[in-house]
């Protein structure tokens, strides 16, 4: 069986065109998870491996500033086990984004690990990298 998980994030006080080119951005997709080695490219049809290896697939389908859809094999999953696909839709509303995050075809036995490896590995560092980028950008008294 498999598992489709999804999520919504909130980034406050930045734009769908930053977040997009973070994440497709090796030096800033290896700062969102804490410094750990990212191979990534804002190439449709390029193989891409993240968060140290943690898991690797291809991009999909990119739609610039707005739409990350990606295969994505966890390095932890048994062989011959189904390429989940990962999709981040983004959504300016105002000033801030939502992040619609669907991510499908995970093994059961996975799903609880991922859904919260999404939120402690990529998206409360993430908001917590833009805040620093937001603090050095200002200039001190």
Do not use: C
């Not at 080119?21 to 410094?35: E, V």
């Not at 739609?63 to 959504?91: C, H, P, R």
């Amino acid at each position: 069986m498999s598992y489709t998980l999804t999520q919504k994030v909130m980034f406050e006080n930045t734009t769908t065109d930053k977040l997009y080119s973070m994440y497709l951005n090796p030096k800033h997709h290896s700062a969102i998870t804490g410094g750990k080695h990212a191979e990534i490219s804002d190439v449709e049809g390029a193989k891409y491996n993240a968060n140290g290896g943690g898991h690797y697939g291809r991009n999909l389908q990119l739609i610039k500033d707005k739409l990350i859809v990606q295969s994505f094999i966890a390095a932890d999953w048994e062989k011959g086990e189904v390429e989940s696909t990962l999709i981040l839709y983004f959504e300016q509303k105002g000033s801030d984004v939502i992040m619609h995050v669907t991510h499908a075809n995970i093994p059961d036995r996975q799903a609880n690990a991922i859904d919260m490896g999404w939120k402690e590995i990529y998206w409360t560092p993430w908001k917590e990298y833009l805040m620093k980028l937001k603090q050095n950008a200002e200039p001190s008294m």
